[in-house]
């Protein structure tokens, strides 16, 4: 029987390694306009999401926004956003990828009150649904489906 990985490959999908994190999380790099950060994997969030503080270092062009973020305990917090940014993971790219930038203190609170290492942001549904993707939790690889030129 063919491993997961082959047929896979076979159908145009790229891996990629995912670590798991003392708090369980998911956890992957990826390269916002060429710039490398650290992301949750969250299949919950509806959005793929960075921080308020990295829209410098990330090259963003933000945007005001109406939409209010929730999650992780905190709600109702101000969002901006920022719209056709180059995002790589692995060998999986797209150059129309849509960030809501809000206030990650929260997150990255939870996150090192555990011994865990700050993120740059979580890529979200959007972005796994773009991707089409599988995730194997026990090898701790994210598939996603090579995006058509």
Known sequence: MASLKKVLEEKGYISI????????????KAEINGVKGRFILDTGASNSCVGLDLIEHFKLEAEESETKAAGAGATDMETQQSKNN???IGFWKTKKCHLVLFDLVH?????????????HGIIGADILERGKAIIDYNKKILYLKRVKK
Do not use: P, R, Y
């Open 107 to 119: 997150v990255n609170s939870a996150l090192t009150q555990q011994k865990a290492k700050e993120v």
């Open 17 to 28: 390694k995912l670590t798991k994190i003392i708090t369980n999380h998911l956890e992957l």
């Open 86 to 88: 180059k995002l790589k």
